[in-house]
């Protein structure tokens, strides 16, 4: 278990992993590491693995590198992603990880942007998730990029 008293910044730590403050939302592995699943209507349908060094991580602003207009307020988070041996899609945020998780945070009743980007980007991502409002009004992208992922355009492109 996670001994809380050690999380550096334990207000961040409560807004990005609930599950941590709550009983039976995670579950607690060997390692000491927990086990968070954020599956559901506007989440990434990802198991996160959280312990006491990345749980005062916080979402950032995305590396203009990845050379993609998101529709939207990207934000990201560094970490490490793979596909567990039952088929699971795992993350471990790391600030010297060989991933980018991407979130794109798209619509609202008064905003324009609809995440249009995801049918391009899609195919350029290890993963990609869109999770919307049954209305499809609002809701979220979600992108698995490696840490060094440039998109290159070409002027047969435009």
Same mark, same amino acid.
């Given at each position: ?11 961040? %730590?409560?807004?990005? +992993?609930?599950?941590?403050?709550? $009983?039976? =939302?995670? @579950?607690?592995?060997?390692?000491? =590491? ?24 916080? +979402? $950032?602003? @995305? ?19 793979? @596909? ?21 945070? +798209? ?9 249009? =980007?995801? $049918?391009?980007?899609?195919?350029? %991502?290890?993963?990609?998730?869109? %999770? ?20 290159? @355009?070409?002027? =047969?492109?435009?």
């Amino acid at each position: 278990m996670i001994n809380k008293e050690k999380i550096k910044n334990i207000e961040a %730590a409560e807004r990005m +992993w609930p599950e941590l403050f709550t $009983e039976n =939302e995670s @579950v607690t592995l060997t390692n000491g =590491e927990e086990l968070i699943n954020r599956y559901g209507k506007y989440q990434p349908n990802l198991t996160f693995l959280i312990n006491e060094k990345n749980a005062s991580m916080v +979402w $950032e602003n @995305v590396p203009k590198e990845i050379n993609i207009n998101f529709d939207g307020d990207p934000l990201s988070l560094p970490g490490d992603y793979w @596909v567990s041996k039952k088929g699971t899609h795992c993350f471990r945020p790391n600030p010297n990880g060989k991933h980018i998780l991407v979130r794109v945070d +798209w619509g609202g009743c008064f905003i324009s942007s609809r995440g249009d =980007e995801y $049918e391009e980007t899609k195919p350029l %991502a290890l993963f990609a998730k869109r %999770a919307s409002s049954n209305g499809g009004g609002t809701g979220y992208n979600f992108y698995i990029f490696d840490k060094n992922f440039r998109r290159e @355009v070409s002027i =047969e492109d435009i």
